[in-house]
């Protein structure tokens, strides 16, 4: 399986766009995939769950999760005190140094929280090519990365960063993944989400 760096990402996003996959039908696969994820790690119902959200793409994916968690029975809150769950939709794999600001914050508040952490993409804090960790970064127990794993998940120390890992298909045509360095485009035809 090919492990892509945050520019071939990039590039795969954008030939996905160009060749009429929008952004909101991929934000709409990944927040269906985050349910199915719950599923799969037997996370009760009746737990509550924050989602927290920074911008872009990331963001847009946990403003998904959170709909379709509702929509499937789950409780997702906005009282952060009350968390059970909490998913980082914070940083992208964009990330360009350490977390600065609110990010910073909002890391260091969800890994003070002591609640477990499930990640898009990556962890917030990890660069998705290196596989470097910045402090502050999440430590998540699992992590639901999309369209092709992250370079990053080669190197053990993101890997510790990132508990299981999980591929999930957000729809990207097979011949895409063609123009990423003659890439294989992942396993997708089982049902489900694949563990890498």
């Known amino acids: 399986m090919y492990f892509a760096t945050a520019k071939e990402m990039e590039r795969l996003d954008e030939l996905a766009v160009k060749n009429g996959l929008s952004v909101l039908q991929m934000m709409e696969l990944a927040g269906w995939h985050m ?3 719950f599923e799969l790690l037997k996370i009760p119902k009746k737990t509550k769950i924050v989602v927290v959200c920074g911008k872009g793409n990331k963001g847009g994916d946990g403003l998904s999760a959170a709909r379709h968690l509702t929509n499937h029975g789950y409780r997702v ?3 952060p005190r009350e968390a059970g769950v909490i998913i980082d939709a914070l940083i992208g794999y964009h990330l360009n140094g350490a977390p600065r600001g609110k990010f910073r914050e909002a890391i260091e508040w969800i890994n003070n929280c002591g609640k477990k952490v499930v990640a898009y993409d990556l962890p917030s804090g990890v660069d998705a ?3 470097k960790y910045f402090a502050p970064c999440i430590r998540a ?3 639901l990365t999309l369209a092709l794993p ?3 998940f080669l190197k053990k120390e993101a890997r510790k960063k990132s508990g299981r890992v999980f591929l999930a298909d957000i729809g990207i045509p097979e011949f895409l993944y063609d123009k ?3 890439s294989s485009r992942p396993d997708f035809t089982q049902p489900g989400l694949l563990e890498i």
Request: hydrophobic share 45%.
């Open 129 to 131: 090519t290196t596989g």
């Open 141 to 143: 127990f699992a992590t």
């Open 77 to 79: 809150s906005v009282m």
């Open 150 to 152: 992250k370079r990053a």
């Open 180 to 182: 990423i360095r003659n």
């Open 35 to 37: 349910v199915s994820l």
